[in-house]
């Protein structure tokens, strides 16, 4: 098993551009989760799923969207990227029932 | 509105002695309560949880201790390794929802 899987692990990217931000699980977990984690902060919820086809807003949705068309992916689009989205975002996947997440390794943003 | 806190944002410990992580809440919906490891350029990974029908719960040298009335809850390691050297999260859950509230987080710092 790979667990949780994110792609990129670093980019860069120009105020007002847009771009995907990948996440995979192979673990046929039901629940899947986005979070920011800002420098001294904790993790902030984004977005999350319970199954696929259906998503809803976390603490700070503001700004990105998701979609949930299979059980095993959960891409986070930034449609205009700007400076105060710069963070590091992690990837979550949990097993309905079991209280425990799976964390990715993260990917690293940095708008500019 | 941080509704998990953790107030120390780093804490230092000889190797052997005993550490000892803090976490505070203010909902009283949390009924779920996690803590977390992180370490440099990973994700968070699980460490040990602890129901509200508990007040304690063990898992080698780790120990969590949930005080409801106080709203607190505290992670004991014993004895403190070098290799605990690293960021720990508390996060809380409500029954009636999907979602994990982070603290900001405790950088313990094992000394050898």
């Known amino acids: 098993n790979a667990g949780v899987t994110q792609t990129p692990k670093f980019r860069i990217l120009k105020i007002g551009q847009s771009m995907t931000l990948q996440c995979a699980q192979d673990?046929?977990?039901?629940?899947m989760y986005w979070y920011r984690q800002d420098p001294g902060m904790g993790l902030k919820l984004i977005y999350y799923?319970?199954?696929?086809?259906?998503?809803d807003k976390g603490e700070v949705p503001n700004g990105y969207n998701v979609s949930r068309s299979t059980t095993e992916d959960f891409p986070l689009r930034l449609e205009l990227a700007a400076p105060s989205q710069t963070s590091v975002y992690f990837c979550?996947?949990?097993?309905?029932?079991?209280?425990?997440?799976?964390f990715g390794p993260g990917t690293r943003l940095l708008v500019l | 509105d941080q509704q998990v806190k953790q107030n120390s944002p780093s804490l230092s410990v000889q190797e052997g002695r005993i550490s000892i992580l803090n976490c505070d809440y203010t909902?009283?919906?949390?009924?779920?309560f996690l803590w977390y490891k992180k370490y440099p350029a990973e994700g968070p990974t699980f460490l040990i949880s602890?129901?509200?029908?508990?007040d304690k719960n063990e898992d080698g040298r780790f120990t969590v201790f949930l005080n409801k009335s106080a709203k607190h809850l505290s992670l004991h390691i014993v004895p403190s390794q070098p290799g605990d050297s690293a960021v720990y999260f508390c996060?809380?859950?409500?029954?009636?929802?999907?979602?994990?509230?982070f603290g900001t987080g405790t950088s313990l710092t094992v000394i050898p």
């Open positions: 979550a996947s949990m097993l309905a029932g079991s209280e425990t997440q799976y």
């Open positions: 673990m046929n977990h039901n629940y």
């Open positions: 799923s319970v199954g696929a086809g259906i998503t």
């Open positions: 909902n009283s919906m949390f009924d779920y």
């Open positions: 602890i129901s509200s029908i508990k």
């Open positions: 996060a809380a859950s409500a029954y009636t929802g999907n979602q994990f509230y």
